[in-house]
């Protein structure tokens, strides 16, 4: 950790001054030629406790870059609302970079999943450095769970840890709301990505704070994503009385998700542990 304290000490600095010449240059859009699996927004209606979420992604993979967007439309229950889930993906083996993102379970069971993404045009690819001036969109992706983790497990090959969340249902529905309420803003309100102070963590960080202030405090590790899973457990976020390093080995799904991609049980069968 000190080595990254002083690259973002020295990254800030150079970000700023960098965004300062750029930032008048160009405007946010709703309007480019996306990549074909950011290029429908997701949006929700709210009606009393039942929310009607439109173009949640079930996309259809043969590879990680060859693939079928499809999209359906489902309503939600709030009152049903049970669990929230804390999914980290590392990109890198130093362990800074990640991608997180969240999921909520609901009676029955189902689930839904929010991914804020960097949302890229066709042919364009994520740049840790594009990302800090004004080079992608903001999106905020509803996606079906087999979507969005056998992307991650089965195509990408990436570890993918899910952790269960500590919190009253009036949290989890209060986050569901303000999540979907963010989406349905920058459906009409296009905004850039920003890969330290408006990332996938730190949008996250920003709802849960907005609910709870200073729930979650200001920390290298919430700037990095790649640390987040440890900062959530320090925090007592995770349901979990086992050590960091067990809770890691416990919430690795990548075996189960890889066994039972093809199981219509897939998101209940992910969440089972493996029989000692």
């Known amino acids: 950790m000190p080595g990254t304290k002083r690259y973002l000490l020295f990254l800030f ?31 929700a209606e709210f009606e009393g406790d039942l929310v009607r979420v439109h173009n949640v992604r079930n996309t259809s993979y043969e590879t990680a870059s060859s693939y079928t967007p499809a999209y359906y439309d489902r309503t939600f229950d709030l009152g049903r609302l049970e669990t929230v889930w804390f999914l980290v993906e590392p990109l890198s083996k130093r362990g800074a970079v990640a991608h997180t993102f969240v999921s909520f379970g609901f009676e029955g069971p189902e689930y839904v999943a929010i991914s804020v993404e960097a949302r890229k045009e066709k042919g364009e690819s994520y740049d840790f450095l594009r990302g800090l001036f004004r080079q992608y969109e903001l999106m905020y992706l509803v996606a079906d769970e087999r979507d969005v983790i056998r992307l991650r497990t089965s195509y990408r090959r990436d570890d993918v840890y ?78 979990t009385d086992l050590p960091f390093e067990g809770a890691r080995t416990r919430f690795k799904i990548n075996e189960r998700a890889i066994k039972y991609a093809q199981s219509p049980d897939f998101s209940i069968r992910i969440r089972e542990p493996e029989p000692d």
């Open 13 to 43: 600095p150079l970000a700023l001054t960098v965004s300062a010449l750029v930032w008048g240059t160009a405007d946010p859009s709703n309007q480019r030629d996306w990549a074909a699996n950011l290029a429908v927004l997701p949006y």
């Open 162 to 239: 899910l952790y269960p969340i500590k919190t009253s249902r009036e949290s989890m529905r209060e986050l569901f709301v303000a999540m979907l309420s963010r989406a349905n803003e920058l459906r009409e309100r296009p905004e850039f990505y920003n890969t330290l102070t408006s990332n996938c963590t730190s949008n996250i960080i920003g709802h849960v704070n907005r609910l709870s202030p200073r729930r979650i405090p200001f920390s290298l590790k919430g700037l990095l994503p790649g640390y987040s899973g440890r900062l959530a457990y320090g925090l007592g976020l995770i349901d």
